[in-house]
């Protein structure tokens, strides 16, 4: 069998896979016609709560890339992509993450939820990235423009897309998928979900 690491060819944008549990968010038309409409909320267990436009994230944030696998639990829907955007541990840091925080929440704009562990993105913060490109190009609409998730190493459904809300928490918050379904919060690419 194939696997995502068997290669390196970059896959077209175009020809990644799609899945939208909730459907396009409403507010997705009003963001692509004017960029400075959207701001990203940071709250909970941080020092200093608050909302950061796109322009902002993009010049504030040193820009890393990175090279990724997105990648469905089922493991037959994946691609190879480059990446581009701000390190979440960056922007968290910016924010000042409180001692007891355990946990960061993510919202989509369309209702999707899902976490990742405080220690593991203060751990390895290269692999966790907020981004705004994919393949040298602004995020498309389908995938989660103007600001999604990046969690190398992870499966799909911890990459969050047309991301509104990070919210630092000190207690075991589950997103959709690994609360409503029971799916591994771990998410590890190559290992079973339930």
């Given at each position: 069998?194939?696997?995502?690491e068997d290669g390196d060819m970059i896959t077209e944008v175009g020809d990644l896979f799609v899945y939208h549990i909730?459907?396009?968010?409403?507010?997705?038309?009003?963001?692509?016609?004017?960029?400075?409409?959207?701001?990203?909320?940071?709250?909970?267990?941080?020092?200093?709560?608050?909302?950061?436009?796109?322009?902002?994230?993009?010049?504030?944030?040193?820009?890393?890339?990175?090279?990724?696998?997105?990648?469905?639990?089922?493991?037959?829907?994946?691609?190879?992509?480059?990446?581009?955007?701000?390190?979440?541990?960056?922007?968290?840091?910016?924010?000042?993450?409180?001692?007891?925080?355990?946990?960061?929440?993510?919202?989509?704009?369309?209702?999707?939820?899902?976490?990742?562990?405080?220690?593991?993105?203060?751990?390895?913060?290269?692999?966790?990235?907020?981004?705004?490109?994919?393949?040298?190009?602004?995020?498309?609409?389908?995938?989660?423009?103007?600001?999604?998730?990046?969690?190398?190493?992870?499966?799909?459904?911890?990459?969050?897309?047309?991301?509104?809300?990070?919210?630092?928490?000190?207690?075991?918050?589950?997103?959709?998928?690994?609360?409503?379904?029971?799916?591994?919060?771990?998410?590890?690419?190559?290992?079973?979900?339930?």
């Amino acid at each position: 069998m194939r696997l995502p690491e068997d290669g390196d060819m970059i896959t077209e944008v175009g020809d990644l896979f799609v899945y939208h549990i909730f459907g396009y968010p409403d507010e997705l038309q009003a963001w692509q016609r004017n960029p400075a409409g959207y701001s990203l909320e940071i709250r909970g267990r941080v020092d200093a709560p608050q909302m950061l436009p796109i322009g902002e994230i993009r010049t504030r944030f040193r820009p890393v890339s990175s090279e990724v696998v997105l990648q469905c639990m089922t493991n037959v829907h994946w691609g190879r992509v480059r990446v581009k955007g701000a390190l979440l541990f960056d922007v968290l840091s910016h924010a000042g993450i409180e001692p007891g925080a355990l946990k960061v929440g993510f919202r989509g704009a369309e209702g999707f939820t899902t976490d990742l562990f405080v220690d593991e993105i203060r751990r390895d913060p290269g692999k966790f990235l907020l981004a705004y490109e994919m393949n040298g190009e602004p995020l498309t609409r389908e995938h989660g423009y103007p600001l999604r998730v990046v969690a190398d190493g992870k499966y799909a459904y911890k990459w969050c897309k047309w991301l509104t809300t990070i919210e630092v928490l000190d207690h075991d918050f589950k997103g959709h998928y690994e609360g409503n379904r029971g799916w591994s919060d771990a998410a590890l690419r190559g290992h079973p979900v339930c």
